[in-house]
């Protein structure tokens, strides 16, 4: 296991908020289905997705994911930032592809 702030140590992605960087990520979870990720994303994990919406970071809350990896060159808004800094949500960003950085997160688990 590791924490966010070992998923920021690591340089792999771009740190665009650090949230909570004591939380823990227990897995990794990968989806774009904002319904699917609200049901099934487990509590902990860190959710790869493309979907940079002020939406992803409601869903995030609500299914208390550590982090979010936003994908494939996806980004929030200056206002969707402010909101996830607002609810320390951490956020990172990629040009990788999906699978790849969910196995990036994997690796470091």
């Given amino acids: 296991m590791a924490s966010v702030q ?3 140590n690591s340089g792999i992605f771009h740190t665009k908020n650090p949230g909570r960087s004591e939380q823990q990520i227990t897995r ?18 860190a959710w790869v997705t493309v979907i ?12 208390d994911v550590s982090c979010i990896v936003l ?3 996806a980004s929030f808004t200056e206002d969707d ?3 996830a800094k607002e ?8 040009d990788l ?3 790849e ?5 994997h690796q470091l688990l």
């Fill in 6 to 8: 070992d998923l920021i």
């Fill in 28 to 45: 990794v979870f990968c989806c774009d289905l904002l319904s699917v990720a609200m049901g099934k994303a487990p509590s902990g994990c």
């Fill in 52 to 63: 940079g919406n002020r939406n992803t970071l409601a869903v995030a809350s609500l299914a």
């Fill in 71 to 73: 994908a494939e060159g």
């Fill in 81 to 83: 930032m402010q909101c």
């Fill in 87 to 94: 609810q320390e949500i951490a956020v990172f960003s990629t």
């Fill in 97 to 99: 592809p999906v699978f």
């Fill in 101 to 105: 950085a969910a196995l990036k997160v």
